[in-house]
């Protein structure tokens, strides 16, 4: 049965992929862009030059969708002999069997322990050759930084004499925990229990870590709140901000003749430890049953010091080979700093649970940066939340009856389509060829992209996906969202807080929408109006560009400090508005990029409603005696309205579903509060550890929902008119 | 009922004048038909009345009240219009009491006067139906009824008969006569149609360009036309022109000559004139004056027979009885004879004294 189940999931998941790589090929996957991958590729040619009788094949794979690919290709036959991958993945990758450890014993003379260490399996087998690593280091402005910070102190007094005047001593992502992680380490704090079951993070070193955020972004001010990845490099760049917590990446964002060096992070005063980042390695991995012997040269020559020189010297890769780091040409270089740093750092941890951690943890974050929540309150609450969100996988179901009730409804809906066929209906198919050939490209076309995902997503829904296994669970995931027994009612979680957000969503923007497009419709309608084509189609622009960049666009002007609509609000005298802290602001926020993108619609079905009335119906009810305002509601508003009921449900299901402008603009914040179905959905499939089939179900009742409105407003249409009639 | 009266009103659009300074005083309980082709003005002028256009000078009295700046709803006038403009989500019933409705009647009259006016207009049984589910004569009854409902000073009729079929619009002529009868009520009528001015008007009111070119008695005006204009507006087929140089007390054209009656000379006639004969004073023998024809074709209504011919170059309509126009074959030279004939002003187009 699970066999079955995981046939029909990895189905439903995964693409067709590339065809089986011939024998004597070996084939390399990597995901690496510009500067690696063409270091990469340069050692690989150095390979080819010494051993021109192998056949190679590089692929870059897109990061995307990288992991699935391999999961998918290696059981098959089809996929790499050898591919780069980061060590997080280790755990899945031999719980799935698509790897095979190291044939012969790495040396310690040859690689980093630091990098040796995190491949190594409980048997002490090393699972894969290590080639580089990547972790976090302090970037200083030499130019407004002369002395680089040894201690936290000393850091937060550095950065107190160049914070100020729209500058910043310090900038880093506050509320991603990757950036978070060197104080959370070193203030000697754990993310999970010894056996990995459980979560650790509500203790006193956690909330002393919280304590130095806290510092840093509400009692100093040193760190701009809301700054996330792109800002922090224009800031670094512009001078706007004179050290930054950042990875080896991070050089190539740099301008070329930027004044600026690397230095290890500090030492936290309050302990006297070395803050420690998370370090990644990315290592060569051998697939399952591919260890030929010119498999085995090609990974011995790309992770030797010749290969690892390239990539070093190339790309700037921290490589995992000593000797890189006694190379003169290396020594002024940034590389030594990072393997400086590496020996202060806790390996990316590998346990399941680890993927629910980082969601909770930065929400954790994010409350104690602006000062909502107590560090100790916003860890324990985070504690509590992956606790909530690790749920024991739903038992497995006999899937018998499912499949009986499945086959009777075929058979039910075949006989009753047989039953009623007329007789002849051969003939008559036969008769119509022509319009049916004209027809089958869009049937074919129809079925493929829209019924057999649709099919598969409903079916999906009666699965549950853990770390590694899929089961067959039937209704339990419907019944686990509707019953909400896991969370209060008010828990953003529950599925009935999101639906009543999604509602109030709906609800305001359609009203908005429909009183935005309406009034500029009537204020466009008047032939007087001098260029009224130009003002008809400016109104019309927002719709025309693609939501996102709307959304991105939005999203920037209600930044809390560099934002255009706060500093507007401060030119006015009034305080600047935190955004996305509270529930309200934040639905406002999301609702007035969405008014933005929906009144065009609304305004453009009007105006054409408003030009179908024809004139002499306001000259008669003039002479009748109606006053404007008895025009409006007599004469125009019922001659608009049937026009406006579809241009109404089909605003009602887009906004329903407008996912770019929840997900993009608030990102769901507060608290995944503003979250609404479809972005739940999205939440629930791929940033809580793949809970697929949760995720699929969610989608079945949205559809559900949808479906429900638009057969009742259908029928309160049809009603209605059949009375008037 | 009311008096309406015109003064010196005009309308332009920038250059373009469609009313010229025009003058015009309707009696209380007259039907008025202000007739004349496209772009003459009638339905400007109509609009004007009814409060739905203003005049660019001038002014428009109701029983002597300036009513020039009030609005359309407050000029107790109703307006029916030629595409009925029946409000389409309303039944029939609501569209009768849309006028008291919006005044804020009392209800129950509304609804006594709307079943009072269905019945005079034979609209009961259709009272719950929309405007959608109702033929053009009902329609246009529906639309008369939402007019006569309030029980206005005046009425305006816009067109109103223009987008029904011939027997219909007959029927309907024969109804709206019948209203005028019934209420006495000053009636405003828009026509194109020179049928329904001769027979439903008191008085014809013939615009062009935006002036009155005539107005009286729809009889006087089709007997006596004061220009070529209006004897050209006025008639099916229209009356025939042939041009004529006058030679002492005789008229020769291309192809006849006449001597215009005696009376005729007592007013110098100018040297270029029309001579204007109606076709239905044409008959195949010799009569006071005669022309020579050449016949071009021959049509038969079954009562009547319309003769087309030419004499010299000039075309020439004859309306006979259909039985004397069997012998006749395109081709075929014959003599017409007439006794009226009207002379016209070959420059101006004023009709000249003799009409005999």
């Known amino acids: 049965m699970s066999a079955v189940a995981r046939g029909v999931a990895l189905l439903c998941c995964f693409a067709a992929l590339p065809a089986h790589a011939a024998d004597s090929e070996v084939v390399v996957w990597h995901s690496y862009r510009a500067g690696e991958a063409l270091a990469l590729d340069a050692a690989v040619n150095d390979f080819r030059a010494q051993h021109p009788e192998i056949q190679i094949r590089v692929l870059a794979v897109p990061y995307g969708a990288y992991q699935q690919k391999l999961i998918a290709a290696i059981p098959g036959g089809h996929g790499p002999d050898l591919f780069i991958a980061a060590h997080d993945q280790l755990g899945d990758m031999v719980k799935r069997d698509l790897i095979d450890p190291v044939p012969e014993p790495l040396s310690a003379q040859q690689f980093l322990d630091e990098t040796l260490a995190p491949l190594r399996g409980p048997d002490g087998k090393s699972w894969g050759w290590p080639m580089a690593f990547k972790t976090l280091v302090l970037f200083y402005r030499t130019d407004q930084v002369p002395e680089p910070p040894a201690t936290t102190d000393a850091l937060i007094a550095t950065a107190e004499k160049l914070t100020g005047d729209g500058r910043f001593g310090l900038a880093y992502p506050l509320a991603e925990f990757y950036f978070h992680a060197p104080w959370f380490f070193g203030a000697g704090a754990e993310l999970l229990t010894a056996d990995a079951n459980d979560v650790r993070f509500d203790s006193p070193a956690a909330t002393r870590s919280g304590e130095l955020l806290r510092l840093f972004a509400v009692e100093k001010k040193l760190v701009p709140s809301d700054a996330n990845g792109a800002l922090v490099t224009e800031m670094f760049n512009q001078g706007k901000a004179a050290m930054v917590v950042n990875g080896p990446w991070f050089i190539a964002e740099l301008r070329p003749d930027l004044p600026y060096a690397l230095t290890p992070l500090p030492i936290l005063s309050a302990n006297g430890t070395p803050a420690k980042p998370l370090s990644t390695i990315e290592a060569l991995f051998l697939a399952k049953g591919r260890a030929r012997p010119e498999v085995r040269a090609l990974a011995t020559f790309l992770v030797s010091d010749a290969g690892a020189r390239r990539r070093a010297v190339g790309a700037g890769q921290p490589v995992a080979n000593r000797a890189l780091y006694d190379d003169p040409d290396l020594q002024n270089g940034p590389l030594p700093v990072f393997r400086k740093q590496l020996t202060n750092t806790v390996p990316m941890p590998t346990a399941p649970l680890t993927a629910l951690v980082w969601e909770p943890l930065n929400e954790a974050l994010r409350q104690i940066a602006r000062g909502a929540l107590s560090p100790e309150r916003a860890f324990q609450e985070a504690a509590a939340r992956v606790r909530l969100l690790n749920q024991p996988l739903p038992a497995e179901a006999n899937p018998a009856p499912y499949v009986l009730v499945i086959l009777l409804a075929l058979a039910g809906v075949l006989t009753v389509a047989l039953w009623r066929t007329p007789t002849g209906l051969l003939s008559r198919l036969v008769q119509a060829r022509t319009a049916y050939a004209f027809l089958l490209p869009t049937a074919i076309g129809m079925t493929l992209l829209v019924g057999v995902p649709f099919l598969m997503g409903l079916g999906l829904g009666f699965f549950a996906f853990g770390p590694g296994e899929i089961r067959f669970v039937g209704f339990a995931n419907f019944t686990s969202i509707i019953a909400a027994q896991e969370y209060p009612i008010t828990h953003p979680l529950s599925f009935y807080f999101t639906m009543a957000v999604t509602v109030l969503w709906t609800f305001a923007n359609v009203s908005l929408h429909l009183l935005l497009g309406f009034g500029l419709a009537l204020l466009l309608t008047p032939s007087w109006l001098k260029g009224r084509a130009l003002f008809r189609v400016l109104l019309i622009l927002p719709w025309t560009i693609p939501n996102y960049i709307t959304a991105l666009i939005f999203k920037g002007l209600f930044n809390t400090q560099f934002g255009a609509i706060n500093a507007l609000l401060e030119a006015m005298g009034l305080p600047p508005v935190h955004w996305f802290d509270s529930f309200w602001p934040a639905f406002c926020a999301n609702l007035t990029t969405n008014v933005w993108l929906g009144f065009p619609f609304m305004m453009v079905t009007v105006l054409g409603a408003l030009q179908a009335i024809p004139p002499d119906l306001y000259d008669a009810a003039r002479v009748d005696g109606a006053s404007a305002i008895q025009r409006f509601f007599k004469v125009t508003l019922p001659q608009v309205g049937p026009a406006l009921v579809p241009a109404v449900v089909l605003g009602t299901i887009w906004t329903f579903n407008m996912f770019n402008i929840v997900f993009l603009v608030s990102e769901g914040q507060p608290e995944g509060s503003t979250d609404i179905l479809v972005t739940e959905a999205y939440r629930w499939a791929f940033v809580r550890n793949g809970r697929y089939g949760y995720a699929a179900a969610y989608s079945t009742i949205i559809f559900v929902i949808l479906a429900l409105y638009t057969v009742l407003t259908r029928r309160l249409l049809s009603a209605r008119q059949g009375a008037r009639s | ?356």
């Open chain 2, 1 to 356: 009922m009311a008096t309406i009266t015109l003064d010196k009103i005009a309308k332009r659009y920038g250059d373009t004048v469609v009313l010229n300074e025009l003058s015009l005083t309707i009696n209380d309980g007259e039907f008025v038909v202000l007739v004349g082709p496209s772009g003459c003005g009638k339905t400007t002028l109509l609009r004007m009345i009814a409060g739905l256009l203003e005049p660019s000078q001038g002014s428009v009295r109701i029983d002597g009240n300036d009513v020039t700046q009030t609005a359309p709803g407050d000029r107790d006038i109703a307006m029916v219009f030629q595409s009925y403009a029946l409000y389409p989500h309303m039944s029939v019933r609501e569209n009768i009491a849309f006028p008291l409705k919006v005044r804020r009647r009392d209800p129950a009259f509304i609804q006594a006067r709307v079943n009072e006016v269905a019945q005079q207009l034979g609209l009961d049984p259709l009272l719950d139906r929309k405007p959608a589910a109702l033929s053009g004569g009902q329609r246009q009854r529906v639309a008369m009824g939402r007019a006569i409902v309030r029980e206005p000073k005046a009425f305006l009729f816009d067109e109103p008969l223009s987008n029904l079929d011939a027997a219909l619009r007959g029927r309907m002529r024969g109804e709206i006569a019948a209203l005028h009868r019934r209420l006495k009520a000053t009636m405003v009528y828009v026509t194109h149609d020179q049928h329904e001015a001769m027979t439903l008007a008191d008085r014809l009111v013939l615009l062009n360009k935006g002036t009155i070119e005539q107005m009286g008695a729809p009889l006087t005006v089709y007997q006596r036309p004061r220009t070529r204009f209006v004897a050209e507006f006025l008639g099916s087929p229209p009356m025939n022109f042939l041009a004529a140089t006058r030679n002492g007390a005789e008229l020769f054209g291309n192809g006849f000559k006449l001597t215009p009656a005696a009376d005729a000379a007592a007013q110098p006639l100018p040297e270029k004139v029309w001579v204007g004969v109606r076709p239905e004073a044409l008959c195949l023998s010799p009569r006071t004056h005669a022309v020579e024809a050449e016949i071009d074709w021959v049509e038969r209504t079954g009562s009547d027979g319309f003769l087309y011919a030419r004499v010299g170059d000039a075309p020439l309509v004859a309306r006979l009885d259909a039985s004397q126009t069997h012998p006749l074959e395109p081709g075929s030279r014959i003599t017409l004879g007439f006794d009226e004939l009207s002379l016209f002003d070959a420059e101006s187009g004023r009709a000249l004294g003799a009409q005999s």
